[in-house]
C-alpha cells in the first residue's frame, strides 16, 4: 500500500492547498489512504465538526492531532462521536476520543494509525514509549501496517523514539513543529522515519503565524495574539510504501508543493 501523510494543516490556507492539490497527488502517486494532522486546521488553533467534515470532503481518510486538540471547546464532544480523528494516545484515562484507528475497506489492506505526544518542552502526558508498544500488540491482532503520528518538540526524543519503534511499525512520522526535515530514511529494520514532516499552510510565516506578530513578539518580549498568516501557501508531506504482507516500510519520499 502507499500512503500519504499530509504535514500540520494551518488554517483557511491549509485547507485551500489540500483542495487544490490532494486530487493530483492521490492520482499521480497512487494513494491508498490520506491521514493528516490538522490540530490547526480551524484558524489555527484546533479542530472543529465542520473543519474536519471539510477535510473528508476533499479526500483525507483519517486525522491526527496533538496539543491543540482542545482549542476549540466543541472538540471535547466531537471526538466522542468521530472516530477518524484522533487525539494523542498518552492523555489520561477519561479523557475523550480516542489515541488510534484503524482504516479499512472493501479492496484495500488494513492500516492502524496512532497518535501520540512527547513530553520534553510538551504537557506532561503518560510515557509515550510504553503506551506505544502496548498499543501496537493490540493494531498487531487485525494488521501488521501501523504507522505512528508523533507529536513532539525536541528533535531527540523524536529519533530516539523512532529507533525504540525500528522494526515494530510501518513508519513514525513526526509532527508538531511545521518545519519539514531532510532526514527522511528506513530504518534498519524497517520502519519509515522523518523527524518532521512539515507544515501545510501559508508559506510566508513563521510556522502559520503572520511574521509581524512573531517578530513584535520577540523584539518586545510583550504578549502578542497570534494571528494565521494568508496569502500563499506550502502543502508538506510525505510518501510511504508499505509492503502490505510483512507491514515493513520499502519506501518514503518527501513532497512539498505551492499553492497557487
Not at 115 to 125: D, T
Not at 167 to 187: C, M, N, P, R, Y
Not at 234 to 254: E, F, H, M, W, Y
Amino acid at each position: 500500500m502507499r500512503v500519504l501523510f499530509i504535514g500540520d494543516i494551518v488554517g483557511k490556507v491549509g485547507r485551500t492547498c489540500v483542495k487544490n492539490l490532494l486530487n493530483k497527488i492521490k492520482t499521480n502517486f497512487k494513494i491508498t489512504y490520506v491521514i493528516a494532522n490538522g490540530e490547526n486546521a480551524a484558524g489555527g488553533f484546533g479542530i472543529n465538526e465542520r473543519v474536519a467534515s471539510e477535510l473528508f470532503d476533499h479526500g483525507i481518510d483519517l486525522i491526527t492531532s496533538g496539543n491543540h486538540i482542545w482549542d476549540k471547546k466543541e472538540a471535547v464532544t466531537y471526538l466522542t462521536k468521530e472516530d477518524r480523528v484522533i487525539r494523542p494516545l498518552n492523555y489520561p484515562p477519561g479523557v475523550p476520543g480516542h489515541g488510534s484507528f484503524i482504516l479499512g475497506s472493501p479492496g484495500k489492506p488494513g492500516l492502524g494509525v496512532i497518535n501520540l505526544s512527547g513530553r520534553v518542552f510538551m504537557y506532561p502526558l503518560d510515557d509515550p514509549f510504553r503506551m506505544a508498544m502496548s498499543e501496537v500488540e493490540k493494531i498487531k491482532e487485525q494488521t501488521d501496517a501501523i504507522i505512528i503520528d508523533f507529536h513532539a518538540e525536541a528533535t531527540s526524543e523524536k529519533i530516539a523514539f523512532g529507533y525504540y519503534m525500528d522494526g515494530k511499525v510501518s513508519a513514525v512520522i513526526g509532527t508538531h513543529t511545521h518545519v519539514q526535515t531532510a532526514d527522511e530514511q528506513i530504518l534498519e529494520n524497517g520502519t519509515a522515519y522523518i523527524t518532521d514532516v512539515g507544515m501545510t499552510g501559508p508559506s510566508n510565516s513563521v510556522i502559520g503565524v503572520e511574521t509581524k506578530v512573531i517578530l513584535e513578539r520577540f523584539l518586545t518580549q510583550m504578549p502578542k495574539k497570534f494571528s494565521t498568516a494568508k496569502g500563499d501557501g506550502v502543502l508538506s508531506a510525505v510518501v510511504v510504501d508499505i509492503d502490505n504482507k510483512t507491514g515493513k516500510a520499502v519506501a518514503i519520499q518527501r513532497i512539498q508543493l505551492t499553492y497557487p
